[in-house]
């Protein structure tokens, strides 16, 4: 194949707008009443229940879907959200096939699970739609917490310390909160700014008080917040995004994925990015396949993502890779990029054919191939930004905590994608941020 200099084929509107908005509709429906019912009648109300414990946040499941049963909705989701804040968003984004919904003991039975996370948005709903406060604050303990980081982990950890009395200040680096639920989850699992309407919901419970656009290192240092504070909480995520390590990344059209979604949660006309019409990504991770799925979704015609392992390494569930193969992509294994052809704007991507070498990592079988490109996304994962962090202990580039969630200076707490425990999922950081709360008010307490 050339790689000679094609024009870049880089289009803003290549859908129109009825295009756009079914595309960019919600995924998956809700539940209607009847259909709720009839999804909850499928609960064997296990006594040991395995969906609870394959939960991370070890929501009550049984106990919420026999609410359901019984039309208590706001028993329902008080059950849900005691356990897990952002149980609304949980509820649209968890992998749940790798979580609670692969316990279900009905997979064996009838090899379709009940289906929770639709179950949990159809308890969780309401309380957004009309704002119910379902919890109250204890009294003032007089004691105040900074949080770093206004995503799930962060936002987590504040509501339950407002909860049990304490005042907190969150400081988020963003100029809006909700961390990535906000500017990184595919647009179609969270549509009708819902993650805003949850942050606000959260909020709602008083004692806590948002600082945007406030950053560590930058506007203030961590031992600033520990003479200020009581506790520190530190939430602040994965900052920077992997580089390729290859010739020509500086070509226009190679971009990074996380920055082309943030841009796409943030436009208020999607039909106005200009997407490729031959887009290649590169990375095995739910980052790639959303990349991949909402390019293929503004209307590029031909999408590749490129892994340098099999289907079993990728970090997306075999379900998410079966959203991006329905949606139009092609997912190629076994393959990582050599070189970015292209004058100025990238034309081509050259790959070598990988396998394991003795140690388990892909290696180059001398084997080549390319694929041409209009725009290439590099998806290959994050990194902390680590410079503001001081002297907290840090490993293979995540904050060391404890079972607890401290860190190994006194008085500070970590949780969330930062930590070493991090997966890299929503519900994985607010149970932290749950942890985190409960052991620092032990703490406050002297406990
Ligand atoms: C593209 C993409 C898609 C994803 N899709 C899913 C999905 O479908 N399902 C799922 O379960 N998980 C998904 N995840 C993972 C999930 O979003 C994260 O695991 C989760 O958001 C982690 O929460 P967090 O609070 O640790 O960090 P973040 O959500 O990253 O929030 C960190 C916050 O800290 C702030 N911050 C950063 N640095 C500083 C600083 N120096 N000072 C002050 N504030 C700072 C940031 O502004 C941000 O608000 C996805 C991730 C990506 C990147
Ligand atoms: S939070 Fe996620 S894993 Fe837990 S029950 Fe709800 S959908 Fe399942």
Redesign the pocket.
């Known amino acids: 194949m050339s790689s000679g200099a094609a024009k870049p084929d880089v289009q803003s509107r290549r859908l129109g707008d009825d295009g756009i908005a079914r595309n960019f509709g919600d995924l998956h429906s809700p539940l209607s009443r009847s259909e709720a019912l009839i999804e909850a009648d499928r609960c064997y109300f296990c006594y040991d229940a395995p969906c609870t414990t394959a939960c991370p946040t070890g929501i009550d499941i049984p106990g919420f879907i026999q609410k359901i049963r019984s039309d208590n909705l706001r028993g329902s989701a008080h059950t849900i959200l005691t356990e897990n804040i952002m149980g609304g968003m949980?509820a649209r984004?968890?992998?749940t096939e790798v979580l609670c919904e692969e316990a279900c003991v009905r997979n064996t039975s009838e090899e379709k699970p009940v289906e929770i996370g639709l179950l949990q948005r159809y308890a969780t709903d309401p309380v957004f739609a009309d704002g119910t406060q379902l919890f109250e604050r204890a009294p003032a303990t007089g004691k105040t917490v900074a949080v770093?980081?206004?995503?799930?982990?962060?936002?987590s950890c504040a509501h339950r310390l407002a909860m049990l009395g304490h005042d907190v200040v969150v400081?988020?680096?963003?100029g809006k909160?909700?961390?990535?639920?906000?500017?990184?989850?595919?647009a179609y699992?969270t549509i009708d700014d819902f993650a805003q309407k949850e942050v606000a919901w959260i909020l709602s419970i008083g004692g806590i008080e948002l600082r945007n656009g406030?950053?560590?290192?930058?506007d203030f240092t961590l031992a600033e917040l520990r003479d200020d504070y009581d506790a520190v909480f530190i939430?602040?995520?994965?900052?920077t995004t992997n580089t390729l390590g290859i010739a020509n990344e500086s070509l226009s059209g190679v971009e990074d994925?996380?920055d082309y979604?943030a841009l796409l949660r943030q436009a208020s006309d999607l039909g106005e990015l200009p997407v490729g019409r031959r887009v290649v990504v590169i990375g095995g991770g739910?980052?790639a396949i959303?990349?991949a799925v909402q390019s293929r979704r503004l209307g590029a015609e031909i999408v590749d993502i490129v892994y340098r392992r099999g289907p079993e390494q990728m970090g997306a569930s075999s379900h998410e890779q079966e959203l991006a193969q329905t949606n139009g992509v092609t997912i190629h294994h076994w393959a990582m990029p050599v070189e970015l052809v292209g004058d100025q704007h990238v034309t081509t991507v050259r790959f070598a054919r990988t396998e394991l070498d003795g140690d388990g990592r892909p290696v180059a079988t001398g084997d080549e191939f390319e694929l041409r490109a209009d725009t290439v996304f590099k998806?290959i994962g994050?990194a902390l930004?680590d410079e503001?962090l001081g002297d907290l202990e840090v490993t293979a580039g995540r904050i060391v905590v404890d079972a607890a969630c401290r860190t190994s200076l006194d008085g500070v707490w970590a949780?969330?994608?930062?930590i070493a425990d991090?997966?890299?999922?929503?519900?994985?950081?607010v149970q932290?941020?749950k942890i985190a709360a409960l052991d620092i008010d032990r703490h406050l307490r002297g406990a």
């Open positions: 949980c984004v968890c992998p770093v980081g206004g995503g799930p982990a962060g936002l400081f988020n680096r963003a909160s909700g961390g990535l639920n906000e500017y990184g989850i595919a699992k406030q950053a560590l290192g930058q939430g602040v995520g994965l900052g994925a996380i979604i739910m980052t959303d990349i998806a994050q930004q503001s949780g969330g994608d930062c991090g997966d890299d999922l929503t519900v994985s950081a932290h941020g």
